[in-house]
């Protein structure tokens, strides 16, 4: 049986996971190696030469990643991203177990012509459609094919063990070097944020302009 078989049309068609998410530390944090080793490639928006780096390590099928997505990044996007003063970096956290938040990420790093953010925001728009029960396939196809790409192209997304590799050690490095719990947990140059309101990111990247 091959990858896209197994791990999407059998596991996908479960139910989708339910790791509980932990609660956010109430305290800052700094880290450090944030950039180091990582095993693939950062999707940046804004300017790369942003004097303040956001990251945030979210969960495709995490509600509050969706809330904070919809709700806070915006108001961050208008004020610091879109004048050039700071970048975003959106990192996959998906869920030991959670097979739809890990082809949720692959089919976002797979959408052509630079649409990962796109996806991204269609991912997150749709969550309730094809992160619950039932199959996901369809759901998920009509969104990679609104990104530009075709069935065979979804295809062989879900088939690339090395991406789904990479996404899983990305976790697993964030668990181990910065300590990353729940979802979503954010990062401004390094500091790991108690909560992810749309007060303290604007507390934090101003202290760091």
């Known amino acids: 049986m091959n990858l896209i078989d197994r791990r999407l049309f059998l596991a996908l068609s479960a139910s989708a996971a339910t790791a509980p998410l932990l609660a956010s530390p109430t305290f800052a944090q700094t880290v450090s190696g944030l950039f180091d080793d990582m095993p693939m490639a950062d999707d ?9 780096t956001i990251v945030e390590y979210a969960s495709m099928t995490c509600p509050h990643c969706r809330s904070f ?9 208008e004020k610091y991203i879109e004048t050039g003063q700071a970048k975003y970096i959106l990192r996959p956290f998906p869920f030991d177990g959670d097979r739809r938040g890990e082809a949720a990420f692959m089919l ?7 649409n990962y953010y796109a996806m991204i925001d269609a991912l997150f728009a749709t969550q309730d459609v094809w992160s ?9 196809l009509r969104l990679s094919k609104l990104s530009g790409m075709t069935e065979a192209d979804f295809k062989a997304c ?10 899983i050690e990305g976790r697993n490095k964030a668990v181990k ?20 309101t749309v007060d303290s990111l604007t507390k934090a990247i101003e202290a760091a302009l």
């Open 177 to 196: 070097d910065f300590q990353v719990r729940s979802t979503p947990t954010v990062f401004v140059n390094g500091e790991k944020l108690g909560d992810s």
């Open 69 to 77: 997505h919809e709700k806070i990044l915006p108001t961050i996007k």
């Open 158 to 167: 879900l088939g690339n063990q090395d991406l789904l590799n990479k996404i």
């Open 44 to 52: 940046v928006m804004g300017d790369v030469n942003a004097k303040v």
């Open 132 to 140: 619950g029960k039932g199959n996901p396939v369809p759901e998920l």
């Open 108 to 114: 976002a790093k797979c959408a052509p012509n630079n």
